[in-house]
Structures are given as structure tokens and as C-alpha cells.
């Protein structure tokens, strides 16, 4: 499946990287020059209030700051969910149907009663020139398409496993795959 904005990147059993083992990440910017994305089910424990209070009532539950990768862990992003597409908010930078980013510096009030989700991500994942491509390749990633709901469930922990499920053919079966087959 062709790379996109707006795609899922589901780590194989294969990829043990600690930053991506288990992890769902959904892609915000797919260029020649590189590709970068946000860890969506791995949420930390620190609220948003405690580091970006005006944000502490547009963000959705859980309202905690989410590890979206190892790169920049000391800035956030955010992304969001439109609530009517033809009325963007200032700071909107669409990426995929509803989904897009929300600039953190414009004034809650501008965003608020805009997005139906929203969520903040500490850090991020990012790749450059054809590396994303090799490592889908090599078989760490499955890439397929996502749904708006994927970046603002709940509860994440079982995302990796809903995702996969939803697939078509055999790579919902990819499930219950182990780490190494041979050993199975």
C-alpha cells in the first residue's frame, strides 16, 4: 500500500525497536524528503492542563500528553478532528479527510467548539528520504488505512490489536502471529 498522510503504520511483530514495538502510528506528512507521524497508543502520565493548561478543555480523554516518538520529545503537536469541514479553525493544517494539525500557539478560544477530538503528542516519529520505504520493506510495518476514531480512542492499549483485526484477507490473521514463526 502506497505511503500517505493519513495512513497507519502498524509495527510488525518483527520491528523490537523499543520506540515502535507494538506501536500504531499514523502518518501527518509523507514527502520525498522524508515522512513523519505521531505514536498514537502511548499515552504518559502527564495531564495537559500541567503543561499546556489552555488547552486542558479541547483535548479528549484520556487529557493526558501522548509519547508520539522519540524525535522532538521536547515540543508537542497536536492533532485534531473537525467537527464541519467547511469551518477550519485559525491554525488548521489539514492532513487526511477531518484529521489535520492544530497549531499549539493560536488562542484556545479560536479552536474551541471547531473539533469534535483533539489530542497533543509529546515528540514524534520521523523519517527521512526513502528510510520509511526500506523499513516497510524489511518488514516492519504494516501500512493501511485508518479511521478518524483511531487517533482519539479512549483507551489506546488495544488499538495495535483492533487495527489489525479490521483487516482485510490475511493480514488480520497477522494477529496472532509471534515473533518468530519458526518457533511456533
Known sequence: MQLASGMLLVATPALQDPNFADTVVLLLDVTEEGALGVVLNRPSQILVADVLEPWRDVVAEPEVLFRGGPVGTDGALAVGALRDPGDPPVGWRPVAGLLGMVDLDTPTELVDGTLRAMR?????????????????????????????????????????????????????????????????
Open 120 to 184: 497533543v503528542f509529546a515528540g514524534y516519529a520521523g523519517w527521512g528520504a526513502g528510510q520509511l520505504d526500506g523499513e516497510v520493506e524489511e518488514g516492519s510495518w504494516y501500512v493501511v488505512t485508518s479511521e478518524a476514531a483511531d487517533a482519539f480512542r479512549g483507551d489506546p492499549s488495544g488499538l495495535w490489536r483492533d487495527v489489525m483485526r479490521r483487516q482485510p484477507g490475511m493480514l488480520a490473521w497477522h494477529v496472532n502471529r509471534p515473533v518468530d514463526p519458526d518457533l511456533n
